[in-house]
């Protein structure tokens, strides 16, 4: 079992920044891959950016490229998503999750939920 807990959710005005952190914790932490997803009201849950673990490919959906990075550290088994040049549109609950097996890092399909943290874009 691999619990996420989130930080670093907040308010910021467009243009701003934010960096979102993400602490796993597990007896043994052995993952494939670990990724963010946000949700805004009304809306489907949306693959953000992702990692893979031990790789250290990453990917992103179009929407955040160019703006968004996400990194890793093994050490702390904590993963990260520097988020600049926020929009309103970027304003949704995020959702850290970890993926334990082999495959799509861009997708929902992920095994281990944080409960999230909101961030709150305005213009």
């Known amino acids: 079992q691999v619990q996420l807990i989130e930080a670093g959710g907040g308010s910021v005005e467009a243009g701003g920044s934010l960096r979102l952190s993400c602490a796993a914790s597990?007896?043994?932490?052995?993952?494939?891959?670990m990724g963010w997803l946000r949700q805004a009201p009304g809306k489907e849950r949306e693959f953000v950016a992702g990692i893979t673990w031990y790789g250290v490919s990453t990917y992103y959906a179009d929407s955040v490229k160019g703006r968004f990075t996400i990194s890793r550290d093994k050490a702390k088994n904590t993963v990260y998503l520097q988020m600049n040049r926020l929009k309103p549109e970027d304003t949704a609950v995020y959702y850290c999750?970890?993926?334990?097996?082999?495959?799509?890092?861009?997708?929902?399909?992920?095994?281990?939920w944080g409960k999230g943290t909101l961030v709150t874009v305005s213009t």
């Open positions: 999750a970890a993926r334990q097996m082999f495959g799509a890092v861009q997708s929902t399909g992920y095994d281990y």
């Open positions: 597990a007896r043994t932490f052995s993952v494939y891959a």
